[in-house]
């Protein structure tokens, strides 16, 4: 397992071994004894999520559960590849307001951990491509909330994504409220 912290505290990219042969390969995609051990203390996940975006150029985010049903994400790519992003929206933070992306691929086996506090989005980079991503909460759809995602100066590599209706109307950073402060690390 490697583990690559990122500019924005508390975001990790981490990379299971994958072991090859043969018929391909085998993984640990999520082990909690592996972490730990490397020092790694993710919360308790009660949600997996899958979901397939067919056309290439598709947007979903920027989105977010307000607390008490804030979630933290450990997000990868089962099929394809996009461009996975967080956004530090713990008011405070050092890093309030800045995004940091990386590309996950079914190729290089990345995985985001984007804990609460931070807005989360991606867009597709090919077409069916499936998104797979444990959650530290439930699904509450009253604490529901997106933020536009073009209005953070995010470098998506897309002009005119395919967004969903309430991605297309959600606020601008800028006339948005987090909901969300942050805790200085003990
Ligand atoms: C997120 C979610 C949606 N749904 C339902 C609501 C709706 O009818 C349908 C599609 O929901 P959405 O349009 O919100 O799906 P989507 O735009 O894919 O939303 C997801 O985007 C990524 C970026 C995230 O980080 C996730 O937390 C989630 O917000 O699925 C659930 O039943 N459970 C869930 O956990």
Avoid at 53 to 76: D, E, F, M, N
Avoid at 134 to 162: F, M, N, Q, R
Wanted: hydrophobic share 35%; with cysteine; net charge negative.
């Amino acid at each position: 397992m490697q583990i690559e912290p990122t500019p924005l505290s508390g975001v990790l990219i981490l990379t299971p071994a994958r072991h090859g042969d043969a018929r391909g390969f085998f993984s640990e995609s999520w082990n909690r004894k592996t972490l730990t051990d490397a020092g790694v203390d993710l919360p308790d996940f009660v949600q997996d999520n899958h979901s397939l975006s067919s056309q290439v150029g598709t947007l979903r985010g920027l989105h977010y559960q307000s607390p008490p049903h804030a979630q933290g994400k450990l997000v990868r790519c089962g099929r394809g590849r996009l461009f996975d992003v967080a956004v530090d929206v713990r008011r405070g933070s050092p890093t309030y307001g800045q995004w940091f992306g990386a590309e996950l691929s079914f190729q290089n086996g990345r995985q985001l951990w984007i804990p609460a506090g931070f807005l989360h989005g991606f867009v597709t980079r090919e077409a069916d491509t499936e998104i797979v991503y444990k959650c530290t909460d439930h699904y509450d759809k009253a604490s529901d909330g997106a933020v536009a995602w073009d209005s953070l100066g995010i470098d998506w590599g897309v002009s005119e994504p395919l967004l969903s209706d309430k991605d297309r109307a959600a606020p601008a950073f800028g006339d948005w409220t987090s909901p969300f402060s942050f805790e200085e690390p003990a």
